[in-house]
């Protein structure tokens, strides 16, 4: 059983900064890629940043030159800095992750934490 636990979410004005964390524990092998989601009221879910186990990262066009994504591969966690914030950046953000689990046979799975809320006041 793997989990992932996001945090850091919250209550930030217009241009305020927020860094999220999202933490995997459980029988992991290895990560391969994670990332981070958000999905606004009445919308789908879409994909904010993601990042390899090799540290290659992926930004969608909405948040590329505000935000940034890094990981600890030592401590299983991936971090999301967000700056300049906006109100359309209003959501609940969610990290997914693919990892090998440690149990035999070797098997590739997908996880996603429960969500945590950012919401962008102006």
Request: proline share 2%.
């Amino acid at each position: 059983q793997v989990q992932l636990v996001e945090s850091g979410g919250g209550l930030v004005q217009v241009g305020e900064s927020l860094r999220l964390s999202c933490a995997a524990s459980g029988s992991i092998f290895s990560i391969n890629a994670m990332g981070w989601y958000r999905q606004a009221p009445g919308k789908q879910r879409e994909l904010v940043a993601s990042i390899t186990n090799g540290g290659s990262t992926n930004y969608a066009d909405s948040v590329k030159d505000r935000c940034t994504v890094s990981r600890d591969n030592a401590k299983n966690t991936m971090y999301l800095q967000m700056n300049n914030l906006k109100p359309v950046d209003t959501a609940v953000y969610y990290c997914n992750a693919y990892y090998t689990g440690s149990r035999l046979p070797r098997r590739t799975l997908e996880v996603w934490g429960q969500g945590t809320l950012v919401t962008v006041s102006s």
